[in-house]
C-alpha cells in the first residue's frame, strides 16, 4: 500500500491518496453488514463498499489531517456512482483519495474501487461534516482535568 500527502494542485486543499489496498466481498462480511441494515436478497449491497472506508489506514489518513484538532467527523452525504456490481467472494483494489480544505470544516473521501484487472466498478464519494469538539454547549466538549 502506498501513501502520499500532497496538495491538491487545483485548488490547494490538503489531502492523502491512500492505495492500492486489497479489500474482498467474503460472504461473512457481506452477510454481517447486511444484517445490519436489515437487507435480504443474495448480491452484495450496493452500499457495501462503505465498510471498507473504516480500515485502519483510512482512519489514521483521517486522525493525520484532523492534525490533533478536537473535531467529530459527522457523516453529512455519500453517493455510489456503479459501472459493474461487486460480487461475493471477489477481490477488489480500492484507492482513497481523502481531501480537507480549511475553508469549510469537511473531509471529502473518494474511493474508486477496480478488479484486479483494473476493470472501474464502483466510484464512492463520502462527505464529513467537522464539528468542534469544544464548541460551547457541544455534548463532545471536553472539559480541562485537574
Known sequence: ??????????????????????????????????????????????????????????AAAVAELLQGADWVPVHEAQSFDYDRPLTMDENYVMTVDIEASPASPRLTLKASIATPRAELCVRVETVLRLIPFKQEGSPFRREASA
Open 1 to 58: 500500500m502506498q501513501e502520499t500527502l500532497e496538495p491538491t494542485p487545483a485548488d490547494g486543499r490538503a489531502g492523502r491518496r491512500i492505495g492500492p489496498i486489497p479489500v474482498r466481498t467474503t460472504a461473512a462480511d457481506v452477510e454481517a453488514f447486511r444484517a445490519s441494515i436489515f437487507g435480504a436478497g443474495a448480491a452484495v449491497p450496493l452500499t457495501f463498499p462503505m465498510r471498507w472506508l473504516a480500515l485502519p489506514a483510512i
